[in-house]
C-alpha cells in the first residue's frame, strides 16, 4: 500500500480502459498504453457480467505487473481484492469510501470521483487516497455536455493540497487541452477515447505523456 500512494502521488496518466471505446482489441490497446508508460490503468466495464470482468482484470493485473503501473477496478472492491488490483474507484452513487475501507483494510487505495467544491471538501474527510475531479470538458465517454473547466480544477488542487490529496483531472481531456489543465495543478490527468480510440493508441499515449510531464515541468519552474 506504501508503494502505491507514492506512486499515486508521482503519476501524470491515468488510462480508463472499456471496450467499446477501444478500436483496437482491449488487450492490445492496454499493453500500447502500458508500453508508452502510463502510471494508471483503471478497468472500466459497467455492464459486463462478474465472471468475464475478473478474468479481465487479473489479465490487467499481470501486464500491469510487468510494467510496474498500478491497477485500478471501477466501483468494485469486490474484483479489486479477488485480482489483487492496487486499488478500486468509486462515484458519488457507488458505495461510501468508509464502508469500502472497512471491507478492503489499508490494502487497497480508494479513489473518488466528485464534481464540486463541496464533494472535494467532504472527500478530504474521508478515507480516500486520491480525489478526481471532472468533467474538465464536455465529453462522449459519459456523456456530459458541459466541463466543470479549469477554475475549479485550480480550487481543487489548492484544497487538496491541504490534505496532501493527489488530484486526477478527468472528463474530455485530450492533446489539446492537457497542458492548460495540468498547469493548474493536478498530480495526472485521465483519459479514455483520447488514447483508446486512437488509430495508434502507444503512440497517442506516448505524445500525451510527453505533453504532461512538459506541462508539470513548467508549472513547477513558475512555482519556484
Same mark, same amino acid.
Given at each position: @500500500?506504501?508503494?502505491?500512494? &507514492?506512486?499515486?502521488?508521482? @503519476?501524470?496518466?491515468?488510462? #480508463?480502459?472499456?471496450?467499446?471505446?477501444? +478500436?483496437?482489441?482491449?488487450?492490445?490497446?492496454?499493453?500500447?498504453?502500458?508500453?508508452?508508460?502510463?502510471?494508471?490503468? $483503471?478497468?472500466?466495464?459497467? $455492464? @459486463?457480467?462478474?465472471?468475464?470482468?475478473?478474468?479481465?482484470?487479473?489479465?490487467? +493485473?499481470?501486464?500491469?505487473?510487468?510494467?510496474?503501473?498500478?491497477?485500478?477496478?471501477?466501483?468494485?472492491?469486490?474484483? *479489486?481484492?479477488?485480482?489483487?488490483?492496487?486499488?478500486?474507484?468509486?462515484?458519488?452513487?457507488?458505495?461510501?469510501?468508509?464502508?469500502? /475501507?472497512?471491507?478492503?483494510? =489499508?490494502?487497497? &487505495?480508494?479513489?473518488? &470521483?466528485?464534481?464540486?467544491?463541496?464533494?472535494? /471538501?467532504?472527500?478530504?474527510?474521508?478515507?480516500?487516497?486520491?480525489?478526481?475531479?471532472? =468533467?474538465?470538458? =464536455?465529453?462522449?465517454?459519459?456523456?456530459?455536455?458541459?466541463?466543470?473547466?479549469?477554475?475549479?480544477?485550480?480550487?481543487?488542487?489548492?484544497?487538496?493540497?491541504?490534505?496532501? #490529496?493527489?488530484?486526477?483531472?478527468?472528463?474530455?481531456?485530450?492533446?489539446?487541452?492537457?497542458?492548460?489543465?495540468?498547469?493548474?495543478?493536478?498530480?495526472?490527468?485521465?483519459?479514455?477515447?483520447?488514447?483508446?480510440?486512437?488509430?495508434?493508441?502507444?503512440? *497517442?499515449?506516448?505524445?500525451?505523456?510527453?505533453?504532461?510531464?512538459?506541462?508539470?515541468?513548467?508549472?513547477?519552474?513558475?512555482?519556484?
Amino acid at each position: @500500500m506504501r508503494d502505491a500512494r &507514492s506512486k499515486l502521488r508521482s @503519476m501524470r496518466l491515468y488510462v #480508463l480502459i472499456t471496450e467499446r471505446f477501444c +478500436r483496437r482489441p482491449w488487450r492490445e490497446t492496454a499493453e500500447m498504453v502500458l508500453t508508452a508508460g502510463v502510471d494508471v490503468i $483503471q478497468l472500466r466495464e459497467d $455492464q @459486463m457480467a462478474d465472471g468475464k470482468l475478473l478474468d479481465r482484470a487479473c489479465v490487467l +493485473r499481470d501486464l500491469t505487473t510487468e510494467t510496474g503501473a498500478l491497477l485500478i477496478i471501477n466501483d468494485r472492491p469486490d474484483i *479489486a481484492l479477488m485480482s489483487r488490483a492496487d486499488g478500486v474507484h468509486l462515484g458519488q452513487a457507488d458505495l461510501p469510501p468508509q464502508d469500502v /475501507r472497512s471491507l478492503v483494510g =489499508p490494502h487497497l &487505495s480508494i479513489g473518488l &470521483s466528485t464534481h464540486s467544491m463541496d464533494q472535494v /471538501r467532504e472527500a478530504c474527510e474521508l478515507p480516500v487516497d486520491y480525489v478526481a475531479i471532472g =468533467p474538465i470538458a =464536455p465529453t462522449t465517454t459519459k456523456d456530459y455536455k458541459r466541463g466543470s473547466g479549469l477554475r475549479l480544477v485550480r480550487n481543487v488542487c489548492a484544497r487538496c493540497a491541504l490534505s496532501d #490529496l493527489p488530484v486526477v483531472a478527468i472528463g474530455g481531456i485530450n492533446r489539446g487541452n492537457a497542458a492548460e489543465i495540468v498547469e493548474t495543478g493536478p498530480t495526472a490527468v485521465a483519459v479514455c477515447s483520447a488514447v483508446c480510440s486512437a488509430e495508434n493508441p502507444l503512440e *497517442a499515449a506516448h505524445e500525451l505523456r510527453a505533453l504532461v510531464e512538459e506541462a508539470v515541468q513548467r508549472r513547477n519552474e513558475s512555482d519556484e
